[in-house]
């Protein structure tokens, strides 16, 4: 018997437009460049680029675009219906879109009666002819135009009948589909449902929804959307946008294809959601807070000692799926109610040949509990206990030594930001290299100074970057106190943490800073190996 193939949903992505518009981000052109190309790499069908009428960047970055080769994706190009009292083929924003080498143009106009005559100021009928004619216009000039229907359920609401002659109107101008936006992000998703289905009953073009997070109901309204019908999910690859941001595709997808059996992505790419997400978090430089569903990496963590023997009898019990298959990992946590079992687990993932009651396995604990007990603390840093135990069961050798470094800190003159400078001195293998870095305050230093000293060594340490830095003291003894410095690294495709204890800021800092270019080292030698047995 033949099963029928999954229905596909097409996805739009709007990072590089309603993306840029939140607050914090900013894309030069190479980053839309390269958001274009992993988005592209991971299989998603349209990206919507900017306006090219809007900015000089956009402008530009639209330019490069008509070199740019892509392999899956579709590019979007965005603007505006023509304004009241305007001919479509006179309006500058359209002539703009047609200029560009994009399949598709997207263009939003009101679908509110109330924002046709309170905010544009004109008839519900020269609205309609707007949109009909700007539909045309670009359509019987080679573009497939996306209508969005800006603030539609609002305006359904409001006046149903005239939300829809919008949609309408668009269909009736040649658009192969309209976007239905919840702008305000206002909707609830069982509304959503109901009202998609019924423009799709209504409609002959394929219909989108657009949802917004400002009752942090994004992705279920999409949800929503597409179990009423709707064949297109808008929104942006990591969720940020306006205010309170887009419906989070990362999520969007896993769902629609892992859980209700739709078709989003191609299956072999599915797998590439976690590290597409880190390259384009760290693009945006935008940090993950870890608890995205899914990508984020305390997706597939646990803590509990009883949750930990559970998940590894039965990872089901509190996975609810396969973290692989979305190209995360399972991450067992280690802190004060884990347990021996937490240990030896990830013993295993360097010896599995290691018995939890051997002298091996006690030898490794035993360190961990003297190392909590100068103030230590695993939990979050357990790149630092994978070095740990290879250093403790012999199997791990330095890349590098530290011969000797010194940091200098002094009040920057005004108007000169960098406020400290450091010398590192290291040898690999018995060759030496020096080098000294300015900084921002003299961790800040230390670590430009050491990733410089280690390049000539080291090229791939280049994509190294600190994402994230927090000190703690932990006993009391005022400037004397003992100091846990804990900081997260990522090289664009992985993110990790590392720990550092002393009573010196600085030499905890770089216990940890060695910590993760040694880690980073490791994780690149273990891939060559892989890569060469593949």
Same mark, same amino acid.
């Given at each position: 018997?033949?099963?029928?193939?999954?229905? #596909?949903?097409?996805?739009?992505?709007? @990072?590089?437009?309603?993306?840029?518009?939140?607050?914090?981000?900013?894309?030069? &052109?190479?980053?839309?460049?390269?958001?274009?190309?992993?988005?592209?790499?991971?299989?998603?069908? %349209?990206?919507?680029?900017?306006?090219?009428?809007?900015?000089?960047?956009?402008?530009?970055?639209? $330019?490069?675009?008509? @070199?740019?080769?892509?392999?899956?994706?579709?590019?979007?190009?965005?603007?505006?219906?023509?304004?009241?009292?305007?001919?479509?083929?006179?309006?500058?924003?359209?002539?703009?879109?047609?200029?560009?080498?994009?399949?598709?143009? =997207?263009?939003?106009?009101?679908?509110?009666?109330?924002?046709?005559?309170?905010?544009?100021? @004109?008839?519900?009928?020269?609205?309609?002819?707007?949109? $009909? /004619?700007?539909?045309?216009?670009?359509?019987?000039?080679?573009? #497939?135009?996306?209508?969005?229907?800006?603030?539609?359920?609002?305006?359904?609401?409001?006046?149903?009948?005239?939300?829809?002659?919008?949609?309408?109107?668009?269909?009736?101008?040649?658009?192969?589909? &309209?976007?239905?936006?919840?702008?305000?992000?206002? *909707?609830?998703?069982?509304?959503?449902?109901?009202? &998609?289905?019924?423009?799709?009953?209504?409609?002959?073009?394929?219909? =989108?929804?657009?949802?917004?997070?400002?009752?942090?109901?994004?992705?279920?309204?999409?949800?929503?959307?597409?179990?009423?019908?709707?064949?297109?999910?808008?929104?942006?690859?990591?969720? !940020?946008?306006?205010?309170?941001?887009?419906?989070?595709?990362? *999520?969007?997808?896993? /769902?629609?294809?892992?859980?209700?059996?739709?078709?989003?992505?191609?299956?072999?790419?599915? #797998?590439?959601? *976690?590290?597409?997400?880190?390259?384009?978090? $760290?693009?945006?430089? !935008?940090?993950?807070?870890?608890?995205?569903? !899914?990508?984020?990496?305390?997706?597939?963590?646990?803590?509990?000692?009883?949750?930990?023997?559970?998940?590894?009898?039965?990872?089901?019990?509190?996975?609810?799926?396969?973290?692989?298959?979305?190209?995360?990992?399972?991450?067992?946590?280690?802190? $004060?109610?884990?347990?021996?079992?937490?240990?030896?687990?990830?013993?295993?993932?360097?010896?599995?040949?290691?018995?939890?009651?051997?002298?091996?396995?006690?030898?490794?604990?035993?360190? %961990?509990?003297?190392?909590?007990?100068?103030?230590?603390?695993?939990?979050?840093?357990?790149?630092?206990?994978?070095?740990?135990?290879?250093?403790?069961?012999?199997?791990?050798?330095?890349?590098?030594?530290?011969?000797?470094?010194?940091?200098?800190?002094?009040?920057? +003159?005004?108007?000169?930001?960098?406020?400290?400078?450091?010398?590192?001195?290291?040898? +690999?293998?018995?060759?030496?290299?020096?080098?000294?870095?300015?900084?921002?305050?003299?961790?800040?230093?230390?670590?430009? =100074?050491?990733?410089?000293?280690?390049?000539?060594? !080291?090229?791939?340490?280049?994509?190294?970057?600190?994402?994230?830095?927090?000190?703690?003291?932990?006993?009391?003894?005022?400037?004397?106190?003992?100091?846990? +410095?804990? %900081?997260?690294?990522?090289?664009?495709?992985? %993110?990790?943490?590392?720990?550092?204890?002393? @009573?010196? &800021?600085?030499?905890?800092?770089?216990?940890?800073?060695?910590? =993760?270019?040694?880690?980073?080292?490791?994780?690149?030698?273990?891939?060559?190996?892989?890569?060469?047995?593949?």
């Amino acid at each position: 018997m033949m099963t029928e193939a999954p229905k #596909k949903i097409t996805i739009f992505d709007s @990072t590089l437009r309603d993306g840029a518009q939140a607050e914090g981000i900013s894309f030069s &052109v190479k980053d839309k460049l390269d958001i274009v190309k992993i988005l592209d790499k991971m299989g998603i069908d %349209i990206i919507e680029a900017g306006n090219p009428g809007s900015n000089p960047k956009d402008i530009a970055f639209f $330019e490069e675009l008509k @070199t740019l080769s892509l392999s899956h994706a579709s590019l979007c190009a965005f603007g505006s219906t023509c304004h009241p009292r305007k001919k479509a083929e006179d309006d500058a924003n359209l002539q703009a879109i047609l200029k560009t080498k994009t399949k598709y143009a =997207a263009i939003f106009g009101k679908a509110s009666v109330f924002h046709v005559e309170s905010i544009l100021n @004109t008839t519900r009928e020269e609205n309609l002819r707007m949109i $009909e /004619d700007s539909c045309r216009f670009l359509s019987q000039n080679g573009k #497939k135009v996306i209508f969005d229907a800006e603030h539609f359920f609002d305006g359904y609401e409001l006046d149903s009948a005239y939300a829809l002659a919008t949609l309408k109107a668009a269909e009736k101008g040649g658009a192969v589909a &309209v976007s239905l936006c919840d702008t305000n992000g206002g *909707t609830l998703p069982s509304k959503i449902q109901t009202i &998609v289905a019924h423009v799709c009953s209504s409609l002959q073009i394929e219909v =989108a929804i657009h949802a917004h997070n400002d009752s942090g109901l994004g992705v279920a309204a999409s949800l929503a959307g597409v179990e009423g019908g709707a064949v297109q999910v808008q929104g942006t690859f990591l969720g !940020y946008g306006e205010r309170c941001g887009n419906a989070n595709l990362a *999520t969007v997808i896993a /769902d629609l294809q892992i859980k209700m059996g739709y078709r989003c992505l191609p299956e072999d790419k599915i #797998k590439k959601l *976690t590290p597409s997400a880190i390259k384009i978090a $760290e693009i945006s430089n !935008y940090a993950l807070t870890g608890r995205e569903p !899914y990508i984020g990496k305390s997706a597939f963590a646990h803590k509990g000692g009883m949750h930990i023997d559970a998940v590894l009898k039965a990872p089901h019990s509190f996975e609810h799926i396969d973290p692989q298959s979305v190209g995360n990992q399972r991450r067992i946590l280690m802190s $004060e109610v884990a347990g021996r079992g937490t240990i030896i687990q990830l013993i295993h993932e360097i010896d599995p040949g290691i018995e939890k009651h051997s002298k091996e396995a006690t030898r490794v604990m035993d360190r %961990i509990k003297e190392l909590e007990y100068q103030g230590y603390q695993f939990e979050g840093a357990e790149s630092s206990v994978k070095l740990l135990i290879r250093k403790e069961l012999g199997k791990f050798k330095p890349f590098f030594e530290i011969e000797d470094f010194k940091t200098i800190g002094e009040k920057p +003159v005004e108007g000169r930001a960098l406020s400290a400078s450091a010398i590192v001195k290291v040898s +690999v293998e018995g060759k030496e290299a020096i080098n000294a870095a300015e900084g921002d305050g003299p961790v800040n230093a230390l670590d430009k =100074a050491l990733r410089a000293a280690l390049e000539g060594f !080291y090229p791939s340490i280049k994509s190294l970057r600190l994402t994230d830095f927090k000190v703690r003291v932990i006993d009391q003894g005022a400037t004397a106190s003992k100091v846990r +410095v804990l %900081i997260e690294s990522s090289d664009g495709d992985d %993110i990790w943490s590392n720990v550092g204890v002393s @009573t010196d &800021v600085i030499e905890a800092s770089l216990i940890a800073l060695v910590d =993760a270019i040694e880690y980073k080292l490791l994780k690149d030698m273990e891939k060559k190996i892989k890569d060469y047995y593949l």
